[in-house]
Every structure is written in C-alpha cells, then in structure tokens.
C-alpha cells in the first residue's frame, strides 16, 4: 500500500476516534444530568418525597412513636424510598435517631419505626453490649450528624440475656467471644426473679444499664445538659410489636 493511500485511512481512524469521544462524552453528560435531579424528554418531573428531619429530642420520639403505632397496625407508610430520596441522599445524610438495638434478626429498627433511608442510624450488638466500636459508633452519630435521641433498644426473649443468665447459673463458659457477651451482661442480671422472670427483668435491666453508661459519657452527658440530646432505654415486645419507654 502506498504513502498516499494510508493518509486517509489514519485520518478516517483519527476522526472515527474522535466522535467515538464526543459520543461517549454527550452521553456521559446527559447521565449525569439526569442522575442530577433532570427528568429526560417528555417525562413527568420527579418531585423530592422526604419529609423535614425531627429536629428535636422531643420530636424524634414522637415520630418513633408513630411510627411503631403504624407497624403494630400493619400501617406502614414505607417512607423515604423513592428515587428523589435515593438521588439527595447521595450528597449527604441527616438521620434524625440512633437506635442502639440488639442483632435479633426479629427486630429491624427501620421497619419497626417504619422509617426509610437516611432516617435511622442504627447499631446493633448481641445485647445492646457497649465496647469502643459501639461508643464510637454512637458518639460519630451524636457530634458529627447531630443527632437528638439516642435509644438503647432491648426486646423480648433475648437470647443474649438468656445465654448470660444460663452461664452465670451453671458456671459454664461459653464458646468463642460469645462469653465476652455474657461477661458484660452479667452485672444487669436479675438475682431478685428466677426462671424466665429473671431473663425478662435482666432485659430491662440491662437497657437501663446500658442507657446510664451512655448518658455519663462526657460529650454525651453536655448534648443532654444543653437539651440537644435525650438518651432513652425502650422494649420491644415481641408478641404485640409494641415499643414502649423504659426510662
């Protein structure tokens, strides 16, 4: 082939790799535009769903309230799931609670608050058990996010409780890290109940427990004194699917 006849090839290469570009570059920009709140041609604009973040102690519980009497009731709204709501929540986050609650797969907060994305911050732990990574955890919530309630979650029937409560009556050790549980739950047993009275009032003993470490935090304890933080202790029922306050 001779010079001549390969100028237009490298040229038809050259320009073809040229509008592979621009095409490429357009449609990356239109995605983005729609990914950006724009509706594409001819579809109805989509309009934010979110409603305004309980901004008080006060109003946080009262929409956790709510929110349980409609999950009791087979009333759930489903709230903040659109697709406006997926889109702002991109930018950032403001949860309005922290649910410190146990890993009981039977006790999800988001649908026991019947609450969506980026209402809840939640974390979990065998027994609502603090250690660093959960004071961490919650502290980030608090001083970072600005959150207004802090609730300390137990439920019926727990099974954390109920294997702390076994092995300080038999005296047997349980395996792996699961002792480590039991060892912190141990100072909230119950010695005033027997049988399954003495689970259930460790349950709210251990909430109570763990809700007063939590409030004798420093930061924490300043949050509260300033009226800008409540830290509650609370029980779900299983049976009833009922919340209700403990402290």
């Excluded at 006849?5 to 040229?18: D, F, I, N, W, Y």
């Excluded at 449609?27 to 008080?56: D, E, F, K, N």
């Excluded at 949860?95 to 980026?118: H, T, W």
């Amino acid at each position: 082939m001779t010079a001549h006849a390969q100028v237009p090839v490298a040229t038809s290469r050259r320009a073809m790799l040229r509008a592979s570009v621009a095409a490429a570059a357009v449609a990356t920009t239109a995605g983005s535009v729609r990914l950006a709140g724009a509706s594409p041609a001819g579809a109805a604009p989509r309009t934010p769903t979110r409603s305004a973040r309980p901004a008080t102690p006060a109003a946080a519980l009262a929409e956790l309230s709510a929110g349980n009497r409609r999950w009791r009731t087979i009333h759930q709204h489903h709230p903040h799931e659109s697709q406006g709501v997926r889109r702002s929540l991109v930018s950032g986050q403001s949860p309005f609670a922290l649910i410190l609650g146990c890993i009981d797969s039977r006790v999800p907060p988001e649908l026991i608050f019947d609450q969506g994305l980026g209402d809840l911050m939640t974390v979990r732990s065998a027994g609502e058990v603090l250690d660093e990574a959960v004071l961490g955890s919650i502290a980030y919530g608090v001083l970072e996010l600005g959150i207004p309630v802090v609730v300390v979650l137990g439920h019926q029937s727990c099974g954390a409780v109920s294997a702390a409560v076994h092995a300080e009556e038999t005296g047997e050790h349980l395996p792996s890290h699961i002792q480590y549980i039991a060892d912190q739950i141990k100072p909230a047993i119950d010695h005033s109940q027997i049988g399954v009275a003495r689970v259930d009032a460790t349950v709210s003993a251990q909430v109570e427990l763990v809700r007063s470490r939590l409030a004798g935090e420093a930061d924490l304890a300043a949050r509260v004194a300033a009226g800008k933080l409540e830290i509650v202790g609370a029980r779900y029922a299983l049976d009833t699917q009922r919340v209700h306050r403990l402290s």
